[in-house]
């Protein structure tokens, strides 16, 4: 359970990491004092990772301590956040190619497409796996 409340706030990390500098470039956000990645500051990734591990740490240890019994459903409904994160993915990826960012495109991948990979496997896995 702490190694799955832990991934909750790389994954959730990940999407900051690409998303904030291009808010940054847009103008959206701003930043008082800027940062060293791309003028936004470590301390937000800190905070995102904080604020994430706390909500999703309270909720996996209810979710641990009183499981509920898994309705029968097809799996493929599992695609869905994924198809969700994967197109977040992507225009983070067309934006900052758009803004002349190519570091933070291939930086931007890297964080974000690993959970892309291992649940895309994970999906196949659990749909064709004999049980």
Do not use: C
Request: charged residues 10%; aromatic residues 18%.
């Amino acid at each position: 359970m702490p190694l799955l409340i832990i991934l909750d706030g790389l994954v959730v990390v990940a999407i900051d990491i690409f998303m904030d500098p291009i808010m940054v470039y847009q103008k959206k956000w701003l930043w008082e004092n800027g940062g060293s990645y791309f003028n936004v500051p470590v301390s937000n990734f800190i905070g995102w990772f904080i604020v994430t591990i706390s909500a999703t740490g309270i909720f996996r240890t209810i979710e641990y301590f009183y499981p509920q019994k898994t309705p029968q459903f097809n799996k493929s409904i599992y695609l869905i956040p994924l198809f969700g994160y994967t197109s977040m993915w992507f225009l983070f990826f067309i934006s900052s190619l758009q803004i002349h960012l190519p570091q933070l495109a291939l930086i931007g991948t890297l964080a974000m497409l690993p959970t892309i990979i291992i649940n895309l496997i994970h999906f196949v896995y659990s749909k064709f796996s004999l049980k």
